[in-house]
T-cell receptor
Framework: QKEVEQDPGPLSVPEGAIVSLNCTYS??????FMWYRQYSRKGPELLMYTYSSGNKEDGRFTAQVDKSSKYISLFIRDSQPSDSATYLCAMSGSWGKLQFGAGTQVVVTP | KAGVTQTPRYLIKTRGQQVTLSCSPI?????VSWYQQTPGQGLQFLFEYFSETQRNKGNFPGRFSGRQFSNSRSEMNVSTLELGDSALYLC??????????FGPGTRLTVL
């Protein structure tokens, strides 16, 4: 079983809808949680970075971490076609080493 | 602030050869991590360097090695290339090791 589980999708939503993404994990040592966006043939771009449990909001993006359930989420409000990409969750329990989910492909249709 | 740069962006090698990839981190960052990304395995951690010391290492064979220089620039080397080493190699820069910013990657093709 993988340490980080993420549904690969694809997840298709109409423009303007809320995109809901999530990951589960098994390693209770994870303390730092991240969401990245990756366009085809590009490097991942950091969207959200959180430490421990709680919520964090940045513009149209909201990240939630529930360490008791070992579950993290990312919500994208008012989705745009330019949000079409692969979204990767990542987490860390030891310096410098991120453990990634498989990535969810999101398609926002006009 | 300039982002993370990686050179070269594309490489084609043949089996048995070796290759060296370079990464320049964001100014002021002392941590550089390397990852391999393939369609089948996703993003996998190779190793991390902080202030010229390898601080963490993933589960890759000894053919994969790296180093970091005093200016925080980092290189990774793959010796005796195999077909399965074809991948996108990404480096990530961080001030302390966790909040990581990625470069564009080097796409390596092994023939």
């Amino acid at each position: 079983q993988k340490e980080v589980e993420q549904d690969p999708g694809p997840l298709s939503v109409p423009e303007g809808a809320i995109v809901s993404l999530n990951c589960t994990y098994s390693n209770s040592a994870f303390q730092y949680f991240m969401w990245y966006r990756q366009y085809s043939r590009k490097g991942p771009e950091l969207l959200m970075y959180t430490y421990s449990s709680g919520n964090k909001e940045d513009g149209r993006f909201t990240a939630q971490v529930d360490k008791s359930s070992k579950y993290i989420s990312l919500f994208i409000r008012d989705s745009q076609p330019s949000d079409s990409a692969t979204y990767l969750c990542a987490m860390s329990g030891s310096w410098g080493k991120l453990q990634f989910g498989a990535g969810t492909q999101v398609v926002v249709t006009p | 602030k300039a982002g993370v740069t990686q050179t070269p962006r594309y490489l084609i090698k043949t089996r048995g050869q070796q290759v060296t990839l370079s990464c320049s981190p964001i100014s002021g960052h002392r941590s550089v991590s390397w990852y391999q990304q393939t369609p089948g395995q996703g993003l996998q951690f190779l190793f991390e360097y902080f202030s010229e010391t390898q601080r963490n290492k993933g589960n890759f064979p000894g053919r994969f090695s790296g180093r970091q220089f005093s200016n925080s620039r980092s290189e990774m080397n793959v010796s005796t290339l195999e077909l399965g080493d074809s991948a996108l190699y990404l480096c990530a820069s961080s001030a302390e090791g966790n909040e990581q910013f990625f470069g564009p990657g080097t796409r390596l093709t092994v023939l």
